[in-house]
């Protein structure tokens, strides 16, 4: 889980999961997807890496952007909803 600042402003936007690795993603996005749930990769590819810029390595960055995923949420997310999400991504996990 994200740690928070002692007075922290919340957007409510994004819930982001950062993954031991990319394959783990992965297999956590195709059950999503298998469950119609849209996860999204917020930070990829890392901004160094985008075609009309200049490329320079940020190793950090491009680490971490292969490896989050933000899950759906929303004020109208109902329980069922939030249990299939939560479902989805720990089928995976305990797989790996």
Not at 15 to 31: G, I, M, Q, R, T
Not at 64 to 89: A, Q
Request: aromatic fraction near 12%; proline fraction near 11%; charged fraction near 25%.
């Amino acid at each position: 889980r994200p740690l928070f600042p002692p007075k922290p402003e919340y957007n409510y936007g994004h819930y982001p999961l950062v993954f031991d690795s990319e394959n783990y993603l992965l297999e956590v996005v195709k059950n999503l997807k298998e469950n119609n749930i849209a996860g999204r990769r917020y930070f990829y590819p890392s901004l160094n890496e985008l075609p009309y810029l200049q490329q320079q390595p940020c190793p950090v960055s491009e680490d971490i952007s292969r490896r989050v995923l933000c899950l759906p949420l929303y004020p109208g997310l109902e329980e069922k909803e939030i249990d299939l999400i939560i479902e989805s991504v720990i089928k995976i996990i305990v797989q790996c």
